[in-house]
């Protein structure tokens, strides 16, 4: 089947969502995402979407799913590199991603995360 | 009127979604649509492809170059020989959905394209038309 490949770089788990995703696809990443998070106990998980030219209400319930499964298993979600006009056409179809942090680039996206694992 | 300027794509499959989508683009790029415009009219494109297959069972997509005052634009429609909709006014509310969805798909592609046409009734399918100004 096909996958969006999830890696591993230390305590963080890294997506890079490269292709046009039909509904069935998004649905697998975040079922593979979830169970990633709770089977490897990740500090933080970074989508990347700078590739992505376009997010429907689909794929952002997909991502304010996997921010919110990520919460509750006390892991951080940053999702980064959105477009602007990605930006632009999702606030005017109605969906603002609340709780979903979000980060210009992947390297300030680490940061985030870096700092939010860091111990007290 | 030529035959690159209209056609009709079937959407049946959730992959067709994706093709609808990919078309659209390509169309608009055609019409010289600004990055934003387009991106607003692929994502409306998006939420009523997937309406077809999911609630109307599979549909089609026309599609038309229009132009006026030197002005391009696209206009799609969504048509599909599914149950209809019932309560139109309900159907267009802000996060009201019969399935599990969020209920932003009529609504939002309401707001991102400059016209907007719902035709549905009972047992008498489902039809929407959308037109984006370059
Ligand atoms: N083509 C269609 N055929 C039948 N019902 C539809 C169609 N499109 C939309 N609907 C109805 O309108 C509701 C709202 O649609 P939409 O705004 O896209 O939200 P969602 O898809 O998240 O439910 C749907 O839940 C469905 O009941
Ligand atoms: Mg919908």
Wanted: aromatic share 4%; with cysteine; proline share 3%.
């Amino acid at each position: 089947m096909e996958r969006i490949p999830i890696l591993q770089i230390g305590e963080f788990l890294l997506v890079t969502i490269q292709v046009d995703m039909h509904d069935q696809l998004a649905m697998t990443l975040q079922d593979d995402l979830s169970e990633r998070i709770s089977a490897t106990s990740a500090k933080g998980v970074l989508i990347d979407i700078s590739a992505l030219d376009m997010v429907d209400s689909f794929i952002g319930r997909m991502i304010g799913t996997i921010s919110g499964v990520s919460r509750i298993m006390d892991t951080q979600t940053v999702l980064v590199g959105m477009q602007p006009a990605v930006a632009i056409t999702l606030v005017e179809l109605g969906l603002t991603l609340p709780g979903v942090r979000t980060a210009l680039n992947a390297e300030r996206g680490m940061r985030l995360l870096n700092n939010s694992a860091a111990p007290q | 009127m030529s035959a690159e300027q209209s056609g009709t794509q079937p959407i049946l499959l959730e992959q067709d979604v994706v093709r609808a989508r990919q078309l659209a683009r390509t169309l608009a790029q055609g019409c010289g649509m600004s990055l934003i415009n387009l991106t607003k009219l692929v994502t409306a494109v998006s939420e009523l492809a997937r309406n077809a297959v999911v609630y109307g069972g599979g549909g089609h997509m026309d599609w038309q170059v229009v132009e006026k005052d030197h002005r391009k634009g696209l206009r799609l429609t969504f048509r599909d020989e599914g149950p209809g909709i019932p309560d139109i006014k309900l159907a267009m509310t802000d996060g009201w959905t019969s399935g599990g969805g969020l209920g932003l798909g009529l609504t939002g592609a309401k707001r991102l394209v400059d016209e907007f046409e719902l035709d549905t009734a009972p047992g008498a399918g489902t039809r929407v038309t959308i037109l984006r100004w370059a």
